[in-house]
């Protein structure tokens, strides 16, 4: 299988996806945008990838590429790919599905519960998923789900947490990739971001919840499995 992603800066990539993705044996390809690298050429791509990043979706003056971006993912899901989009990357697919992306009422930083919905239960993919876990955000936009998407996920901080459309195209809000290394990197780079706030974790907390990072990689994994039975 051949999997291709979008990675917007330097310090969000697979994390654990590459590991479940080596286990796998998948080919894996990249296109790192912050980089200026051109758009890919999907035709041989199994699963298009779009991580995390501190950018808005509408940001298309600070970062031009976002307007092509948004063709790639459009096109993918125009051709039955496999897409998967992680908090930036779920809202990009939900514009490109013409639903609204704006800023949540509140910033969501750090380990908070999210919760399945009764559709998630329904889903092949997203059965996997536990119906309440701790899982690690950090977000200050969120999306409107996509008329012909279906909800599965939410957070007393942030109602839209997943959604699941033509089955085979899934957006997290949250991250279930993160590894210990990852977070350290996104304290490193967004320590603006650590202000007070209702759903703003201390780093320290952040960084100790090494339990939390087995079940919510396990969880992943199992997910992912499921998605690649998808045809």
């Known amino acids: ?116 919905t009764e559709a998630a239960e329904r889903s092949y993919v997203f059965k996997a998923m536990a119906k309440e876990f701790l899982a690690f955000h950090w977000h200050g936009d969120t999306f409107d789900i996509p008329d012909g998407a279906i909800r599965m996920a939410e957070s007393d901080g942030c109602p839209n947490q997943a959604f699941e459309y033509n089955k085979k195209v899934i957006g997290l809000q949250f991250h279930l990739e993160s590894t210990r290394g990852s977070i350290d990197e996104l304290i490193k780079n967004n320590s603006d971001d650590l202000v007070e706030g209702k759903y703003i974790q201390d780093p320290q907390v952040m960084t100790r919840a090494v339990n939390e990072i087995k079940i919510i990689n396990q969880m992943l994994g199992a997910m992912l499995d499921y998605l690649m039975k998808i045809r």
């Open 1 to 116: 299988m051949n999997i291709h992603y979008l990675q917007h800066v330097s310090y969000e990539g697979l994390e654990h996806i590459r590991t479940w993705a080596d286990r796998h044996k998948c080919r894996i390809g990249s296109t790192r945008l912050f980089e200026n690298e051109p758009m890919p050429d999907l035709y041989d791509t199994d699963w298009l990838i779009v991580m995390g990043g501190p950018m808005g979706v509408h940001d298309e003056d600070r970062f031009p590429w976002l307007i092509e971006e948004k063709r790639l993912i459009e096109k993918a899901i125009r051709d039955n790919k496999t897409v998967l989009g992680i908090c930036l990357g779920a809202q990009l697919i939900a514009d490109v599905l013409g639903a609204g992306v704006r800023k949540n009422k509140y910033p969501e930083i750090g380990w908070y519960p999210v919760r399945a």
